[in-house]
C-alpha cells in the first residue's frame, strides 16, 4: 500500500487516499514505486501469455463457452476475495487460472476471427505484446513519471511504424502510407529528443 500510496504522490496524514491533483504529478519515482511497476507490467505479460494459452485450448479441444466463462469469473471473484499480504502464490495462481479461462471463453470469437482474416489475430496479439513490452521498458528506465508515460507512448508508436513499414513492404503501400510514416516517424523521434536528455 506503501508503494501505490508513493506512486500518487499522497503525503497526507491519510496515505490511502489520493486525489487528481497528485495523479498529474509529475515528480520522481522512487524505486519502490519502479519495482512495483515491473512487477504490474510482468504479471500482466504472463497474463497475456495464458490467456493465448486458454485460446489455443479452444482451438484444440474446443472447451471454450459458458462453462469457461463461469469459471473465469469465479477465479477473478476468487482473486478479489483473497487477502494480498499473506497468500502472494495462490494470488498470482489465480490470476493466471482467470487469464486462462478467459482465453478459452474468447476462443469462439477467435474461432470467427480465423475464418474472417488469420492476420487479424496475429496482428492483435503482436499489438498487446508490444504494448506491453514498451511500457514495461519505460517502467525500467524512466526515473521521472513524465518520462514514463512518453516514454511509453513513444515506443508503442515506433513500434506501430516499424510493423506498419514491415507490412508495407510485403503488401505494398501507397503515396499516403508513405507520408505518414515519413511525418509520424518524426514527430516520434522528436518526442525521442525530449526523453533521451531528460532521462540522463
Known sequence: ????????????????????????????????????????????CCALIASAAGAYLHLVWNIGGLLT????????????????????????????AAAVFEGASIGPLIDLAIEIDPSILVSAFVGTALAFS????????????E????????SSGLSILLWLHFASSIFGGSAAIFKFELYFGLLLFVGFTIVDPGNN
Request: glycine share 6%.
Open 1 to 44: 500500500m506503501d508503494a501505490f500510496s508513493s506512486f500518487f504522490g499522497s503525503q497526507s496524514s491519510s496515505r490511502s487516499r489520493w486525489s487528481y491533483d497528485s495523479l498529474k504529478s509529475f515528480g520522481q519515482i522512487s524505486p519502490i514505486v519502479q519495482t512495483h511497476l515491473k512487477q504490474v507490467y510482468l504479471s500482466l
Open 69 to 96: 466463462t463461469f469459471a473465469c469469473m469465479g477465479s477473478m471473484i476468487w482473486l478479489l476475495s483473497t487477502p494480498s499480504h499473506h497468500e502472494q502464490h495462490k494470488r498470482v495462481a489465480l490470476l493466471m
Open 134 to 145: 514498451c511500457f514495461s521498458l519505460a517502467a525500467m528506465l524512466a526515473r521521472r513519471r
Open 147 to 154: 518520462y514514463l508515460y512518453l516514454g511509453g507512448l513513444l
